[in-house]
């Protein structure tokens, strides 16, 4: 894909979205590929969703990023959903073709996975059995990309059991589904332990979980990045374990959003993360 030269409009939308370092990123690569261009902000209230897809390609944008609250909800107004969007019942892209119609993707997942390489470039999704906190849209983007890169275990941990259940259910081996109150016992002998709850998030209480039975060896994440470190990834780095936040999650899934919309495959460079490091 070569370079569009002429000016394109991107953006992310959801409710709030004030928060995003989105914009950061995106306008950052603008700059470095001097690409004309911007990347907005898009507060869309949830009843007035419908009409702001509509009005995307009018208004000239190459597309967008899509963000809680509407990741399910903008599915059934896009013409054409992604196999891995569809398998993860989310829409995190949204791509405007030249005669309008929308394109969904879910990036999330795969951008997830890659932060766990960048990480530990020898790390693999077969190493061992895998522990997911959480069983939300977040937990199932992560889910779908392991599986779909050769997870061999997955543990579900969630508080409600019946939602970790139905994912198992659904999705069959390698998922299993693990009570909260196992959730101690549940983390022992895996490779890779994730948190994809909120739990950590600034405003939010920190994450409740022992990690005694918690491999040294094992890859700690959290897809949390506001914090830069969330009280988990610090309990795990004080003993000893390898531990990365949703940095990289963020940056991983913008890189195939914007070569989608501005025909290059940028980069995540060290003038980048800095840029990013500055708004926290």
């Not at 599986?147 to 059991?161: L, M």
């Amino acid at each position: 894909m070569s370079a569009n030269r002429e000016f394109g409009l991107a953006g992310i939308v959801g409710w709030p979205v004030a928060h995003s370092r989105s914009p950061v990123v995106h306008n950052y690569w603008l700059a470095e590929h001097d690409l004309p261009g911007s990347y907005v902000l898009l507060p869309v209230l949830p009843e007035r969703l419908p009409a702001a897809l509509k009005g995307l390609a009018a208004l000239g944008f190459r597309g967008c990023n899509v963000t809680t609250p509407h990741k399910q909800a903008v599915m059934p107004l896009i013409e054409h959903i992604d196999p891995m969007a569809a398998r993860i019942g989310a829409v995190n892209t949204i791509v405007v073709g030249k005669d309008g119609s929308l394109r969904g993707l879910n990036n999330d997942g795969n951008g997830f996975v890659q932060s766990l390489r960048d990480e530990k470039p020898d790390w693999r999704p077969d190493d061992g059995p895998i522990a997911i906190l959480g069983a939300g849209g977040a937990a199932r983007a992560v889910i779908v990309a392991l599986a779909a890169q050769g997870a061999r275990e997955i543990r579900v941990i969630n508080r409600t059991h019946a939602k970790a259940e139905r994912l198992a259910a659904e999705f069959g081996p390698p998922l299993a589904a693990f009570r909260w109150d196992e959730r101690a016992e549940a983390i022992r002998g895996v490779a890779t332990l994730v948190n994809a709850t909120n739990q950590g998030m600034t405003g939010t209480p920190p994450l409740d979980i022992a990690l005694d039975a918690l491999p040294r060896e094992a890859l700690v994440g959290d897809l949390i990045y506001v914090p830069r470190e969330t009280p988990f990834l610090a309990a795990a780095r004080l003993r000893g374990n390898r531990t990365l936040n949703g940095l990289g999650m963020l940056l991983n899934q913008a890189r195939p959003a914007f070569e989608a919309w501005f025909g290059v495959m940028p980069s995540i460079t060290p003038g980048l993360k800095r840029a990013i490091e500055a708004t926290f």
